[in-house]
C-alpha cells in the first residue's frame, strides 16, 4: 500500500504562523494598495514655474529637460521629473544647498527667484 503523509500540508503550515504574524502580513498588504494609490495621485501632470524678479520666465512639464540662465551666474535645472538651483550668485547659497525638489518650492531671495512646482490645472502648489 502506498504510505499517506501523517499530516496535510496545510496543518504543517499552519503552524509556522502566529495570530501577529497573520496580522503583521495583512497590515503589510494594506500599506501596499495605500503606497500604490499614492503613487497613482502623485502621477498627475505636475508643471513647475520659475519666476524672476516677479516676472513669468518659464512654465512647463517638471518632466521635460531644461536648464535655464536667468542670469550671469544663476541657473535652475530640471532633470527626471525634479528642480534645483544649479548655481547662484547670492551669498548664503541656501537655494543650492536645497537641492532638488519634486514638491517643495525653491526660493532664492537675494535673486529674486521662486520656483514652483504644482499640478497641471490647479492654481495652488503641490
Known sequence: MPRQPSKPYWNQIKHLFTLSDVILIGVLIILAVLSLAI???????????????????????????????????????????????QRSTCREQFCVKQGWSSFFPIICVPNQILIRIREAGSGGML
Open 39 to 85: 503613487m497613482k495621485k502623485n502621477s498627475a501632470i505636475r508643471m513647475v514655474t520659475v519666476y524672476h524678479r516677479n516676472q513669468l520666465v518659464y512654465q512647463d512639464k517638471i518632466n521635460k529637460d531644461k536648464i535655464l540662465e536667468l542670469e550671469p551666474g544663476v541657473v535652475v535645472e530640471i532633470n527626471r521629473g525634479r528642480v534645483r538651483m
